[in-house]
């Protein structure tokens, strides 16, 4: 069985209000290691990380669309102060998105806001 990976995006910090560690579990480590994660907001959590929260309705992190060299995309959660950097400024297009199964090996080529 493969192993489970916690991923998690720190919402609502500052202006005295709590955070929220909004989490998920994912099958081995994705989004091609530190350099995507940190352009995306994402942490890994630490096996005794407290504080997280999973299955939360509300809030969410924002999601972008993940679209590769020669077609096919995936989504992603993203720290809402990170979506203008990744959407408009392109922090990760280029880079290789390296996720065991369907997506290896892949360039990114653009990523786009998704709503809802």
Do not use: H
Not at 26 to 47: C, N, P, Q, Y
Not at 86 to 108: H, L, M, P, Q, S
């Amino acid at each position: 069985m493969a192993k489970s990976t916690v991923l998690y995006i720190t919402l609502g910090s500052g202006a005295g209000i709590n955070a929220i560690k909004y989490a998920w579990r994912v099958t081995g480590d994705t989004l091609s290691g530190k350099t995507i994660r940190s352009a995306l907001g994402i942490k890994l959590a630490k096996e005794n990380e407290k504080g997280l929260v999973f299955g939360a309705n509300s809030p969410k992190p924002a999601r972008v669309r993940i679209n590769f060299e020669g077609g096919g995309s995936t989504l992603s959660f993203c720290d809402p102060s990170k979506v203008e950097n990744v959407t408009i400024n392109g922090a990760i297009n280029k880079k290789t998105y390296d996720v065991e199964g369907k997506f290896r090996n892949r360039k990114i080529s653009s990523v786009t806001s998704v709503q809802g």
